[in-house]
């Protein structure tokens, strides 16, 4: 199965609608937005890390209206208890049977704002259901449903109150980036529409989520070159390499990359990646997965070096790959 | 603070135990890259050393040069070393200058060769500006001369001084080469036209040059970037790639100047001051001075010539000597090679017992300077003086001067002359002839050559032999100078007539050259020599010469006695009687009628010339043209010099079929962006082995502002890792848009460059791995 150049414009086409509607409640911040559209395409989830104050909700709530679907919104607490997000059973005495209450993690598009101020047990909950997508409660599993996303914010981990997410927990999220400032221009723009605080509210469904499955569907049979294959493994195999770290991207950051790379490459309207693609998602995708040594991070190093380094010692591949 | 031996407390800078970095601690070390800097300087200025030497001719221009380099070399090490200013720099310059100029350029001033003397020290002086005209007008083998030796010292120094001052505190290295460079100019065009090692010189230099060039320019760049080199294995791949380069290159220039040096280089080719400020001494511009004879002798019987004061009893007023006979004219010429340009003393003392001879010209003129002889010195007088002076020259072997002014009437000058040696035919007995010091070549006409073992009688010793023939002149022949009966000249023919005719007729010339033939058809050396003395004279008197004065007579050197004169030539008075025709001539008893003379024309001077022209059209028809031998070492220099770059331009072209033809489709269109990133390459735009096609599209699309290559990236991308194999006619199609995507590129930059990039052999140095998964 192949898509072809047609469906990929299509796609294209589609991204560029879905990444304008966002962009109009989250003024100047359009790679973010791509960035999240392609997570959401790809079906994996987000984690947003900045400072308070610069959009991330705005940003998950935007995505959420833009796409025709439920989207919750929890507010991690350090009393956070597990079933305040999946849901809790109770006995519904009038036809004297327990009966499940949905937890709000049971929406296409979940925010989970301040990840790391709940304690480690509520934050493990949300394990199960991001990477498989439905939620055990008394033996029962319930389907999440698609598309399923997680857009998780977090304030910098230096910050008092926090439980820094496990590594396994972050491995699960497909990116991980920050939204930043905006610009001056934009920021002056945000300013003068002020009196209408929550533009995200204003902004009208462009897509249904049977079709942001379709196009999730699709875009998994994009084209990926052996040569691009190679040149994610040689990558991947450097990030371990590399002195810096203790432990690089795992097999399921590769697999995530070439995920998010298909998905990359027909937002741009073709139907094959590039090595180019995977040199703009090395950051977002990879940067969360790699853990530094402690003697590195004492210096100061940070992932964003080992990856910027990492694509300067790997040739880039300008030949077809070999075939497997 | 701390306390030294007198207890004054004196500031402490650093903390106890810290290292400290003063500038002082860190000048003690010598770098190794300014160790090297200071080698490659002294081989550049060795070069030029060693161009001084040919002028010398021994080993005083070596000295000279050699150690003003040195010295030049240690005072700009040390100012170096010291950070001198360039005040100072000069100042210890001058001072090296004066102090061991004694010793290494006026050795002959010095006390001991070593102790300067104030002589020295004012000769330095002067010397500084005038012995660069010295250098060039004195006689070849400059040691003889004290002065010249300043040139190759100062140059050696002031050169030394600021090549390696520059080399090694200039701002920009390079310029240090400037300096070096003109040590041997300097020694090229203050040197001779032999230069046994100039090939070696050459290439030497080159080389060297071109090697601490590259060497510096990349230690610079190095030093340059050092912040930005995030590792060190980048950087020495990049060197390693220079390395290469340069020695390729390097062996090109050596290899070619060492081809071209055997071929191309040839004295005569090679251009000297020497050539323009002092036209060599040709003697062929002057007649020889014997054809003179018959004019003074007869036409300026009466005049007087000189007027000669203090000229000794019995001597005689040398005018020149001459040794060589071509069949027409006895000349100088055979000695023209010991031609000196003289100045007003002639050699370091003056010859024992000379005598100072004032003359005062006459009705005398020509190149010639009267007076010859053992020479102690010239001085002119008046107005011309300078000009004589400066044209002066002297064979000391013949003991002719010349003087390329010219004497004219009325001038003064003093000559020291040693008198010649008288000895008696009894010395002379026991004395014998030097053989092999006259012309060896004996070219005796053919006529006189039959009849001299029948005319020549065996004598006791040599001199005897030598009297007896010179004596038998004298009883045989009859003196004339009219040109019925004696016509002007000694070619050949005249000589022959002068033994094939019923009577010897002739006067001075025409004996005295047969003579010096006939001496040297026995196997001894002679000359001819031209000069004038009087009849009789009174000692401390002025001596009026007249032209009646001129004769012509042979020498003949001896081994002790030096040359010994002979007057081979009848008395003026004894003139055969014109008067009486016929009857006369037939019985001559008293004349001993030579042998039956072979046929009367010889060897008739036509034939000589004829010979001569034909070998010399003969050679001139086997000579290639000289503008087409030119030419021809021009286009072969070229093709040597361009062969390597015709080379690149080849591999080039190979490589580049080479990859649209080899692969699969899709490695064929791969191959076109390695086309296009080698021509970038060449331009001068390095990609790095980390960038995507697209990346570096885009680096070119900002460094080549008129070409879209990114577009030509994302259609090649697409083919190579899009799905299925592209076709022929795809291939095809992108390799269209690298042609013309490389046309674009290259038409953007400057013609220089462009040209440049075409022979550049950067992008097949370039260690490029396929870039090939599995």
């Known amino acids: 199965m192949t898509i072809t150049t047609d469906q990929a414009a299509w796609f294209a086409d589609s991204f560029v609608t879905l990444t304008d509607n966002v962009g109009q409640a989250l003024l100047g911040k359009a790679p973010v937005i791509r960035l999240a559209l392609t997570c959401l395409l790809a079906e994996g989830h987000l984690l947003l890390e900045d400072a308070p104050g610069t959009g991330k909700t705005a940003l998950a709530r935007a995505m959420a209206a833009t796409v025709q679907g439920s989207h919750s919104r929890i507010q991690f607490t350090p009393d956070l208890l597990p079933s305040d997000i999946t849901g809790t059973t109770v006995y519904d005495q009038a036809q004297a049977r327990w009966e499940f209450h949905k937890g709000p993690i049971f929406a296409s598009i979940v925010l989970a704002d301040e990840i790391n101020r709940a304690s480690p047990k509520t934050q493990s909950a949300l394990l199960e259901v991001m990477e498989e997508g439905h939620v055990t409660v008394d033996g029962t599993s319930y389907d999440a449903g698609r598309p399923f996303m997680v857009i998780a914010t977090q304030n910098p981990i230096e910050q008092a109150g926090t439980y820094r997410l496990p590594e396994a927990q972050l491995d699960r999220f497909l990116m991980k980036t920050s939204v930043g400032y905006p610009d001056r221009a934009s920021a002056v723009q945000v300013l003068a529409g002020s009196a209408s605080p929550d533009r995200a509210r204003s902004l009208q469904p462009m897509i249904s989520t049977s079709a942001v499955a379709e196009m999730a569907d699709l875009v998994k049979a994009n084209h990926v070159d052996d040569a691009v294959l190679d040149y994610v493994q040689r990558l991947t195999e450097a990030t371990r390499d590399d002195s810096d770290t203790t432990l690089g991207v795992s097999t399921r950051g590769s697999i995530s990359m070439v995920r998010a790379a298909r998905v990359w490459a027909a937002a741009r309207g073709r139907n094959y990646v590039l090595p180019d693609d995977i040199k703009e998602l090395a950051l977002p995708v990879w940067g969360h997965r790699i853990i530094m040594s402690p003697e590195a991070e004492f210096a100061g190093a940070t992932t964003a070096a080992v990856v910027a380094r990492v694509l300067d010692r790997v040739e880039a591949p300008m030949l077809r790959g070999a075939g497997v | ?774």
């Open chain 2, 1 to 774: 603070m701390s306390t030294d031996s007198q207890g004054r407390t004196r500031p402490q800078l650093t903390e106890p135990g810290t290292t400290q970095l003063t500038p002082g601690r860190r000048r003690r070390a010598l770098p190794v890259p300014q160790a090297v800097d200071v080698v490659a300087m002294l081989v550049l200025l060795a070069t030029g050393v060693v161009a001084f030497g040919p002028v010398f001719a021994d080993a005083s221009g070596y000295a000279a040069a050699g150690g003003g380099v040195l010295l030049g070399t240690a005072v700009a090490a040390v100012g170096a070393w010291r950070r001198w200013s360039a005040f100072a720099v000069a100042a210890a310059t001058l001072a090296v200058f004066v102090a061991f100029g004694g010793p290494l350029a006026l050795p002959s001033t010095t006390l001991g060769g070593v102790v300067p003397t104030p002589e020295t020290v004012n000769r330095l002086v002067v010397l500084t500006w005038q012995a660069w005209r010295d250098l060039l007008t004195v006689s070849v083998p400059a040691s003889s001369f004290t002065g010249p030796a300043v040139v190759p010292y100062l140059s050696g120094l002031v050169c030394a001084v600021l090549a390696v001052g520059l080399a090694l505190r200039g701002r920009r290295h390079l310029w240090a080469l400037a300096p070096a460079a003109t040590l041997l100019v300097v020694g090229i065009l203050w040197g001779t036209k032999t230069a046994p090692s100039a090939a070696v010189q050459g290439a030497v230099f080159c080389v060297t040059a071109l090697a601490w060039a590259g060497w510096r320019t990349a230690l610079q760049q190095h030093r340059d970037n050092a912040h930005l080199l995030t590792s060190r294995r980048t950087n020495t791949s990049a060197q390693r790639q220079r390395i290469v380069a340069a020695a390729v290159v390097l062996a090109v220039a050596g290899g070619s100047s060492a081809f071209l040096g055997s071929g191309m280089v040839s004295a005569s080719d090679r251009y000297v001051l020497r050539d323009d400020v002092v036209p060599p001494l040709d003697l062929r511009d002057y007649a020889s001075p014997l054809t003179r004879y018959r004019y003074y002798e007869r036409d300026q019987k009466e005049k007087t010539l000189f007027t000669v004061t203090g000229l000794p009893e019995g001597s005689r007023f040398r005018v020149a000597a001459m040794d060589g006979y071509d069949g027409h004219v006895f000349s100088v010429d055979a000695a023209s090679a010991q031609f000196r340009r003289v100045g007003s003393r002639i050699g370091v003392t003056t010859p024992d017992g000379a005598r100072t001879l004032d003359v005062e010209v006459g009705d005398y003129e020509g190149v010639w300077i009267p007076g010859g002889g053992d020479v102690g010195g010239v001085s002119f007088e008046g107005s011309r003086a300078e000009s004589l002076g400066a044209g002066l020259y002297y064979n000391a072997d013949s003991g002719t001067l010349l003087s390329t002014a010219g004497l004219q009437g009325g001038e003064r000058y003093t000559v020291t002359v040693a008198p010649a040696p008288a000895p008696t035919d009894e010395q002379l007995a026991k004395d014998s002839i030097v053989t092999g010091a006259g012309d060896a070549e004996v070219d005796v006409p053919d006529a006189i050559a039959g009849i001299t073992s029948d005319f020549a009688e065996p004598g006791e010793s040599q001199i005897d032999q030598l009297r007896k023939l010179e004596s038998k002149f004298r009883e045989v022949g009859f003196y004339s100078n009219d040109d019925t009966v004696s016509t002007a000249g000694h070619f050949d023919g005249r000589l022959t007539a002068l033994f094939s005719g019923a009577r010897m007729i002739g006067d001075d010339e025409q004996y005295a050259t047969s003579m010096a033939l006939m001496v040297r058809q026995l196997g001894y050396p002679a000359r001819v020599v031209l000069g004038f003395y009087p009849e009789e004279s009174t000692p401390g008197e002025p001596v009026a010469l007249t032209g009646n004065d001129a004769h012509v007579w042979v020498e003949v050197p001896f081994e002790k006695a030096g040359w010994v004169a002979f007057d081979p030539t009848p008395d003026r008075d004894k003139t055969p009687d014109t008067k009486v025709p016929k009857p006369d001539e037939v019985p001559q008893p008293q004349v001993l009628p030579p042998p039956v003379p072979p046929e009367e024309p010889v060897d008739p001077p036509e034939d000589r010339t004829d010979d001569s022209s034909t070998t010399k059209r003969d050679e001139k028809g086997l000579e290639v043209p000289p503008a087409v031998r030119i030419a021809a070492y021009v286009a072969g220099a070229g093709a040597l010099l361009a062969s390597p770059f015709a080379a690149i331009v080849l591999l080039k072209r190979r490589r580049r079929a080479r990859r649209r033809r080899d692969g699969r489709t899709a490695d064929r269109i791969s191959g076109g962006w390695d086309e296009i990133v080698d021509a970038a390459a060449d331009l001068g735009v390095r990609t790095p082995a980390r960038l995507t096609r697209q990346e570096s599209a885009r680096d070119f699309a900002e460094t080549f502002p008129t070409v879209g290559p990114v577009a030509v990236a994302e259609r090649m991308d697409a083919h190579v890792f899009g799905r299925g194999e592209p076709s022929q006619a795809d291939v095809d199609e992108m390799w269209r848009q690298v042609h013309s995507l490389r046309h674009g590129m290259s038409r953007s930059v400057h013609p220089v460059r462009r040209l440049r990039a075409v022979v550049s052999p950067r992008s097949l140095l370039i260690n490029r791995r396929p870039r090939r998964t599995t």
